[in-house]
């Protein structure tokens, strides 16, 4: 099924809904009853009312982002991609300085439905406060 995904495409609107804090663009990306998972140890966001909820509390004090996405892994209809974000999120961290930030590695598991759309996503990140780092040579490769 991976071939009939375009799982870079997606992965590119989910990018450019991210940075442009949009809502209803992300909650497009899934199926009705799609599963957000931000976090392994708290329910889940399930339909895209409260995906686009999320989103919107999610990104509302992201500032200054700077995003990049390293190559899927696919099979079928699953994927795998590894994500770095460094931004200023005063709600998470307030910098003393005008360097200092969120550096937020991550990586998205996701399952697609036969339409393309996402069906399921569970998201793993770890974050890092201080100043923001890039990502190291030959991530997300």
Request: proline share 9%; aromatic share 12%.
């Amino acid at each position: 099924m991976s071939d009939e995904i375009n799982v870079a495409g997606w992965i590119e609107r989910y990018r450019r809904a991210w940075l442009d804090k949009d809502a209803e663009g992300v909650a497009d990306l899934f199926t009705p009853d799609g599963v957000y998972a931000s976090d392994p140890l708290a329910p889940p966001h399930v339909g895209r009312d409260a995906i686009r909820a999320y989103w919107r509390r999610a990104t509302r004090t992201q500032e200054h982002l700077d995003l990049s996405f390293g190559a899927p892994v696919a099979q079928g209809a699953r994927a795998a991609v590894e994500w770095w974000a460094t931004m200023r999120d005063d709600d998470w961290y307030k910098p003393s300085g005008p360097d200092g930030g969120v550096t937020l590695p991550g990586c998205l598991v996701l399952r697609f439905a036969s339409d393309g759309r996402c069906a399921e996503l569970r998201e793993y990140y770890n974050p890092g406060f201080g100043p923001r780092k890039p990502a190291p040579p030959g991530w997300g490769e």
